[in-house]
């Protein structure tokens, strides 16, 4: 499949069915597999075959669906996960342990924040936040001799900062640790972060790749080209025997291409079991195979929106790499020339009072905590998610009390133009 292009590939990646075999990705609704003799079942424990023996390691469903992912960002191997916040953390605690250290962009998701700066601190792990914008000093300074990673979005969630890739895999590679990018915004359809240099990628696919509000989902996919044992000495899980495999040693057997995810799937997946059902799996392939139609529409309802609040007199900024203003246009035009995603953020010069009226009399786009789904959808930071902090705090955030989060779905854009200037007249 690697050979047809990306809309091909979206359609019918990762599954070709043999002979008289069902055309689509079937469900496979069991917990566990069948074996003829013991010794069959024990070259599976031991990764001496490769097989199915129980759902919370693999499913052949969710292995289709990773497969299209996996050909989608031009990797070597995948997995899904529970969820995305699952994905980032299995990325990360496959490469990290108890004293390790990870430098991580500051222009990220805030449950990925959280997970990084509370909930791995506890395990152990500390983090470094560099801005999005570190020239290459200020990210070489970040580093320490425990760094086992860097983690960066391509866009990020809900600041919309672009990522310089290429800089950041510079930096990580400089130090002989991987970079991992959360690709969720973009989706592999308007970038493809290993062209870049990316080592993991991950996906919230909850988003775009479900696109239609209704599968929580992760993916992880690793590129292959990392190559681990250069760097042994850091990482021992991947590099030295794994007692509980009978001493195997990922990067030995399974090689670049395969070790990352082999070991994430066999220990990661085993221990915490955070797995996709494949009811789920096989509803995120629906929505994978129209992703390549789907994005440029996205794209096309926030560029149009984009321009249209900009011009508004109501409007006091907004955020758009699609819009030459934008700071993050240059680097933009770089990562993400054919567009970068549906979610525009922007400010109301009336603040948080006329923030609050603009989205009650939204009558197309729904107050929601999502984005990235086939309906508009909105939210004002300061009055959900961020409701704890006070304007000061906002603010040092970097999401101002008047900040309006608006995903575009896939509606006409007239009528979304329409139903946006009508809920701006009325503050
Ligand atoms: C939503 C999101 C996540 C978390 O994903 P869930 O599927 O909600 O767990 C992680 N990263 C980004 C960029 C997101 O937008």
């Known amino acids: 499949m690697s050979d047809y292009k990306l809309g091909t590939r979206c359609v019918q990646g990762g599954y070709t069915p043999g002979n008289g075999e069902p055309r689509q990705i079937p469900i ?44 989608l960002e031009g990797g070597t191997a995948g997995m899904l996960t529970s969820s995305g916040q699952a994905a ?60 086992k990673a860097v983690f960066g979005e391509t866009i990020a969630n809900p600041a919309l900062t672009v990522l310089d890739i290429e800089k950041f895999a510079k930096a990580a590679h400089a130090h002989g640790v991987p970079l991992i990018v959360d690709n969720t915004f ?14 993991i990628v991950t996906h919230s696919t909850t988003k775009y790749m479900d696109g239609h509000g209704t599968a929580l989902g992760g993916a992880i996919i690793d590129h292959g080209v990392f190559d681990w044992m250069a760097h042994a000495e ?23 291409e395969g070790a990352f995810i082999t070991k994430c799937t066999s220990q990661l997946m085993r221990d915490f079991g955070s797995m ?36 508004h007199p109501k409007v006091a900024y907004v955020n758009y790499s699609g819009l030459p ?5 240059e680097v933009a035009q770089k990562y993400l020339p054919h567009g970068g995603c549906g979610v525009v953020s922007f400010g109301l010069k009336g603040g948080r009072e006329a923030a609050s009226v ?8 729904a107050i929601e905590t999502h984005v990235a789904d086939a309906r ?7 009055t959900s998610t961020h409701r704890q902090m006070n304007d000061e705090q906002l603010k040092e955030a970097g999401v101002p009390a008047e900040l309006i989060r608006i995903s575009l779905g896939l509606e006409d854009k007239e009528d979304l133009i329409a139903d946006i200037s009508n809920a701006l007249d009325a503050i």
Not at 46 to 60: K, M, V
Not at 127 to 141: G, H
Not at 188 to 198: H, K, M, S, Y
């Open 276 to 311: 996709q059902s494949p009811q789920n799996a096989f509803i995120l392939n629906l929505g994978l195979e129209s992703l390549h139609v789907r994005m440029p529409k996205h794209v096309e309802n926030a560029q149009a929106v984009a321009e249209f609040l900009y011009s």
């Open 376 to 382: 508009t959808c909105c939210l004002n930071p300061a």
């Open 88 to 147: 980032n953390f299995f990325a990360l605690f496959n490469i990290c342990e108890c004293g390790d250290h990870i430098v991580a962009s500051s222009g990220i998701y805030g449950g990925t924040f959280n997970l990084i700066s509370v909930t791995m601190a506890k395990m152990g792990i500390t983090a470094t936040f560099v801005s999005p914008d570190a020239s290459e000093e200020e990210l070489d300074a970040a580093f320490r001799p425990n760094t």
């Open 234 to 256: 850091k990482f021992p899980g991947l590099c030295t025997p794994d007692e509980s495999y009978h001493g195997i040693t990922y990067a030995e057997k399974f090689g670049k």
């Open 28 to 71: 496979v609704q069991s917990t566990t597999f069948r074996y003829a003799t013991s010794e069959d079942m024990g070259k599976l424990f031991d990764l001496e075959a490769s097989g199915y023996f129980y759902s919370r390691l693999q499913n052949p469903t969710n292995d289709l669906v990773a497969a299209k992912i996996t050909e």
């Open 186 to 199: 973009p989706t592999p359809v308007n970038c493809r972060p290993f062209e870049w240099g990316a080592d």
């Open 358 to 365: 603009f989205m009650r009399e939204l009558k197309l786009g």
């Open 325 to 329: 203003t934008d700071k993050y246009y």
